[in-house]
């Protein structure tokens, strides 16, 4: 379908462990994209996930809720193809059928056949770094850039060069929802719990770099949730702002001073910070460890600097359904 002017519509959702998001956008003649509409809406679908194995029932009914809103918001854009992302969450749990049942119901709206596609670690790494890398504009030919996808269930780390000629990517199972349900059960944290959740991401880490060489990148951009809110923070805004984060570069000793104050924090606490989103102030902790174990390790290399876009996983979903589109 198309719009007045003959411009083509397609969507991009992606359905993370906390977080269901939607972009629809336009192709332009000249090819570029135009924003029509992004959306975010905290479901937790990895509510009980780590524990049960299973998708909880009410955390199936929220993402329920959300595709029906999404979906009628695709219908009424006019999207004649989208596609949808299923990470972390859905590679772990037993029940997964029922959640693409659900998925399937709402997307064949817009297209006969179509549901969620489950996305491998390796594969979500690739999208988040096409759609981060978006708009860093020109860059050194063989710069090694590193994204760091930061999500509920799992954090993803990819290293390319800016010619493409290093691929290398890891997904581990490191976020903010997994650590803070597995580790994280006072507000805030005692001091045990935080050095449990610190010893089981370090091992992670070690597993990162038998893949990932994360001793000889020399630029860090760091994207999702977790990460744009920090930067708000960091920034010290009183609120939420995605043009002020997006390609905002922090000292990365500024950026672990705010993970450490945010793992320090109870939920209402949290919530007493303006930038911060109801459905993310009890679980950033979580993610603030694994900031905290990050910054260091970069700032041991001596790196100095951490870019934060706004621009993730769901860009680059996006990108790929215009891609069949052509």
Do not use: W
Not at 4 to 11: E, S, T, V
Not at 88 to 102: G, K, Q, Y
Not at 122 to 143: C, H, I, K, T, Y
Not at 260 to 285: C, E, F, S, W
Request: glycine share 8%; with cysteine.
């Amino acid at each position: 379908m198309t719009d007045k002017q003959g411009n083509r519509r397609f969507a991009g959702i992606d359905c993370g462990t906390n977080s269901i998001r939607l972009v629809i956008s336009e192709v332009l003649p000249d090819g570029s994209l135009r924003e029509l509409n992004r959306d975010n809406i905290i479901v937790r679908l990895g509510q009980g996930v780590d524990a049960t194995g299973r998708f909880a029932d009410e955390a199936l009914e929220r993402v329920d809720a959300a595709l029906a809103t999404y979906a009628d918001r695709m219908v009424g854009y006019g999207v004649e193809d989208v596609m949808m992302g299923a990470t972390s969450a859905t590679r772990d749990a037993e029940n997964r059928e029922e959640f693409f049942s659900l998925t399937a119901r709402h997307l064949s709206r817009v297209k006969d056949g179509l549901c969620a596609e489950v996305i491998s670690g390796e594969r979500e790494a690739e999208l988040s770094f096409n759609g981060a890398v978006m708009d860093l504009g020109e860059l050194d030919p063989q710069e090694r850039v590193c994204v760091i996808d930061l999500g509920g269930g799992s954090t993803e780390f990819v290293v390319r060069t800016a010619d493409g000629a290093v691929d290398q990517a890891y997904s581990a199972n490191m976020g903010c929802v997994r650590l803070t349900e597995r580790y994280l059960h006072t507000q805030p944290p005692t001091k045990q719990e935080i050095a449990a959740a610190q010893d089981y991401v370090q091992q992670l880490l070690k597993d990162v770099q038998q893949t990932v060489e994360l001793a000889t990148v020399e630029r860090v951009v760091g994207v999702a949730g977790t990460m744009t809110t920090m930067s708000s923070l960091t920034l010290g805004l009183t609120e939420y702002d995605p043009e002020r984060n997006h390609m905002s570069t922090h000292k990365l000793e500024d950026f672990r001073a705010t993970a450490r104050d945010l793992l320090n924090r109870t939920t209402d606490q949290r919530m007493q910070l303006g930038p911060m989103h109801p459905g993310r102030a009890d679980v950033i902790g979580g993610g603030a460890v694994v900031v905290d174990a990050i910054t260091t390790l970069f700032l041991n290399q001596g790196l100095m600097t951490i870019t934060i876009s706004e621009k993730d996983i769901l860009d680059g979903i996006l990108a790929e359904v215009v891609k069949r589109n052509r």
